[in-house]
């Protein structure tokens, strides 16, 4: 069974330049997490998608913070634009329903200059 | 309000020993709990889950629950250096995953 996958990787980007990122969940997972991790803290949960609907994305900043998850399938990140402390890693997640044990993808490693 | 707390160590334990690691939660209605395995520069990598008040054990990986304590334990025995890594705890609370910031394990030769 192929796991989470995102892309880019990595990406190193100047502040105020825009930047999106790219998760494909497992399959049949109908829930998809976006998460951001900073050097040294656990991961801080930014928007939870069931199937294409938000469950919950009250630590967006969506001021500058997009996603979207079309036809519950993929889902992609945007920042526009991107700060310094934007800075992390980027970690998306998928579990089957909302309250099993969620599978990481390897993230993506964001740097903003 | 931190829901998750550990220590973030670092822990350091000789090769072989047992490596303990704890977490506690805030929130009563917490539901499941979960350790996760993060090496460093890596994606997290679920180790076990533990719904139930008790021990479960997978290999040589004991997850402890006590509820009324609001407290989980993970054990790791006969630890390897290959188990050198962040240990996160994470508490499914309304659907919800939170995470601790980690607790960084060393194993010595």
């Known amino acids: 069974e192929a796991g989470v996958a995102q892309s880019p990787r990595y990406k190193i980007i100047e502040k105020r330049q825009s930047v999106a990122f790219w998760c494909n969940p497992i399959?049949?997972?109908?829930?998809l997490y976006w998460y951001q991790q900073i050097l040294g803290q656990g991961p801080k949960l930014l928007i939870q998608f069931q199937n294409n609907g938000v469950v919950d994305d009250s630590q967006l900043p969506k001021d500058r913070f997009s996603a979207e998850r079309l036809k519950g399938v993929d889902s992609t990140l945007k920042i526009q634009p991107a700060k310094l402390e934007d800075s992390a890693v980027y970690l998306c997640a998928s579990s089957l329903i909302s309250a099993t044990e969620a599978f990481f993808g390897q993230g993506t490693r964001l740097t903003v200059v | 309000q931190k829901e998750v707390e550990q220590n973030s160590g670092p822990l350091s334990v000789p090769e072989g020993a047992i490596a303990s690691l704890n977490c506690t939660y805030s929130d009563r209605g917490s539901q499941s709990f979960f350790w996760y395995r993060q090496y460093s520069g890596k994606s997290p990598e679920l180790i076990m889950f533990i719904y139930s008040n008790g021990d479960k054990e997978d290999g040589r990986f004991t997850a402890q629950l006590n509820k009324a304590s609001q407290y989980v334990s993970l054990l790791i025995r006969d630890s390897q250096p290959s188990d050198s890594a962040t240990y996160l705890c994470?508490?499914?609370?309304?659907?919800?995953?939170?995470f601790g910031t980690g607790t960084s394990l060393t194993v010595i030769p």
């Open positions: 399959s049949g997972h109908a829930t």
């Open positions: 994470a508490v499914l609370l309304s659907n919800q995953f939170y």
